[in-house]
């Protein structure tokens, strides 16, 4: 058996983002450098204003670094125009939001082909078929949100983020408006997409419970990655969260 290397799905290296000037200056991240490895989930966490959002903003090409590299695959979003940025967006990036984002108009279906339809791309029925059974919603597709649970139109989130068979999902708190158990569903969901999917998973999230579903977590604090635990469980991620808050010794 040939072993093929991994590549990466997504690389930032010597990132730092620097929001105004002057007084308000304020580094939100400084020099980090993390790659995100295909067919892994990986769960950034850390406390409130530590990065996170501004880290994943800058990785998916919707907030620009102030310096260092960023790159999907094999492009470089540094210096990419506005146009190659939203294609790139469309063609390669899955999005999953807290606030489900759907438009209430349409059906759970038109809701998960609707970046497709815009991009003129062509449906791969056998793919969309797996992601909605995986999913399971295939009894579900006719509905419009609002006949739809918080869960479930989360679930459409997911399929439509999945739907185009993006090189990586970024997850921004998918289940900070969830009960514990339709929350459970979906990290279900967002890990089997990676193990039976073979999809690439980046998501952002408070809760050690949510984080222990993922393959791998990355630990900011003020703008830098200040630890990473692999196969964590919501004991261990708890445990490093307590090392962070723990107040620093001077003697
Ligand atoms: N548009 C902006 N303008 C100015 N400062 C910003 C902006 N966005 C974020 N910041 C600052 O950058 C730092 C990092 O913010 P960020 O939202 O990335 O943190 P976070 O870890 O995602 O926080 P939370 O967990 O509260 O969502 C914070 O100090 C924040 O106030």
Redesign the pocket.
């Known amino acids: 058996m040939t072993l093929t290397p991994l590549r990466a799905a997504a690389t930032a290296t010597g990132l730092s983002k620097v929001?105004?000037s002057g007084e308000t200056r304020?580094v939100?991240l400084e020099e980090v450098s993390v790659t995100f490895r295909p067919g892994e989930f990986t769960a950034i966490m850390?406390?409130?204003?530590?990065?996170?959002?501004?880290?994943m903003h800058c990785m998916a090409g919707l907030d620009y670094a102030t310096s260092g590299s960023v790159r999907i695959g094999d492009t470089e979003l540094v210096g990419l125009a506005d146009r190659a940025l939203t294609r790139l967006r469309r063609d390669q990036l899955g999005f999953v939001f807290q606030s489900f984002n759907l438009l209430p108009t349409l059906t759970a279906l038109e809701n998960i082909t609707l970046p497709m339809d815009i991009a003129g791309r062509k449906v791969d029925q056998a793919w969309l078929e797996r992601v909605v059974a995986t999913v399971g919603l295939s009894g579900r597709l006719s509905h419009r949100p609002r006949e739809l649970s918080g869960g479930q139109q989360q679930r459409v989130a997911c399929a439509r983020a999945l739907a185009g068979r993006p090189a990586i999902v970024f997850a921004d708190e998918p289940t900070g408006n969830l009960d514990s158990r339709a929350g459970a569903e979906i990290l279900g969901f967002l890990q089997n997409s990676v193990r039976e999917l073979g999809q690439t998973v980046v998501m952002?999230t408070?809760d050690p419970v949510a984080a222990g579903y993922a393959d791998r977590v990355i630990f900011?604090a003020d703008?830098r990655i200040v630890d990473e635990l692999s196969l964590p469980t919501p004991g261990t991620v708890l445990d490093r969260m307590r090392r962070f808050d723990a107040p620093v010794r001077t003697s």
């Not at 850390?46 to 880290?55: E, F, N």
């Open positions: 929001y105004g304020v939100a850390g406390p409130s204003g530590s990065g996170k959002s501004t880290l952002v408070h900011l703008g």
